[in-house]
């Protein structure tokens, strides 16, 4: 059975730096679409960085320049690297898997998010 | 940046309605539409990707449709456990969602 689960989250100040993971079971994250979204606090769900399987690395203009994704394939994990910490930033962030269209052998067209963790929550407060 | 756009923001309902939330794109994204259900303190759980396709497990009460800029997802018959919060989201081009339905007694 897959499982996602994200930790990291917490209280931070200001400027501050936090490191997300998020842990992978039941399947392997370097082979997969992996993304990160993020909810503020009563608000709506918005995409913040994802890793395609090749590597490739998009952020979200309102973090550009200040996270960062990567993975560790053997711990079998991703992870968001937040520096630059503002309150703006705060909120539950999830790690999602994506899924794409196939039909047969083929698979083309962009990812939704098929699998989510259960998220972890980021505040940025002093 | 493509726009989503859904209403209404809020429905009420009640157990065995009709219910239908559209979602309009600010540009074309043909059938890359994906509808989400979301309850409080839990994530989103996917329910149709591809503008119509069910996903595996999704009760057949839910449907979606539409292409382009203009789509709608329909729950035939309103059940106690789909009281929840409904997004769309395009992936036509990067990825971005509605601001949400919220569906309440």
């Known amino acids: 059975e897959d499982h996602l689960v994200e930790s990291g989250g917490g209280l931070v100040q200001p400027g501050g730096s936090l490191r997300l993971s998020c842990a992978a079971s039941?399947?392997?994250?370097?082979?997969?679409?992996m993304i990160w979204v993020r909810q503020a606090p009563g608000k709506g769900l918005e995409w913040v960085s994802a890793i395609y399987s090749g590597g490739s690395a998009y952020y979200a203009d309102s973090v550009k320049g200040r996270f960062t994704i990567s993975r560790h394939n053997t711990e079998n994990t991703l992870y968001l690297q937040m520096n630059s910490l503002g309150p703006e930033d705060t909120a539950v962030y999830y790690c999602?898997?994506?899924?794409?269209?196939?039909?047969?052998?083929?698979?083309?067209?962009?990812?939704?998010?098929?699998?989510w963790g259960q998220g972890t929550l980021v505040t940025v407060s002093s | 940046d493509i726009q989503m756009t859904q209403s209404p923001s809020t429905l009420s309902a009640s157990v065995g309605d009709r219910v239908t939330i559209t979602c309009r794109a600010s540009?074309?994204?043909?059938?890359?539409l994906a509808w989400y259900q979301q309850k409080p303190g839990k994530a989103p759980k996917v329910l149709i990707s591809?503008?119509?396709s069910l996903e595996s497990g999704v009760p057949a009460r839910f449907s979606g449709s539409g292409s382009g800029t203009e789509f709608t997802l329909t729950i035939s018959s309103l059940q106690p456990d789909d009281f929840a919060t409904y997004y769309c989201q395009q992936y036509n081009s990067y990825w971005t969602f509605g601001q949400g339905t919220k569906v309440e007694f």
């Open positions: 591809k503008s119509s």
């Open positions: 039941g399947f392997n994250v370097d082979s997969k679409f």
């Open positions: 999602a898997r994506g899924s794409r269209y196939c039909s047969g052998n083929w698979c083309y067209g962009e990812y939704y998010f098929d699998f």
């Open positions: 540009q074309s994204i043909s059938d890359w």
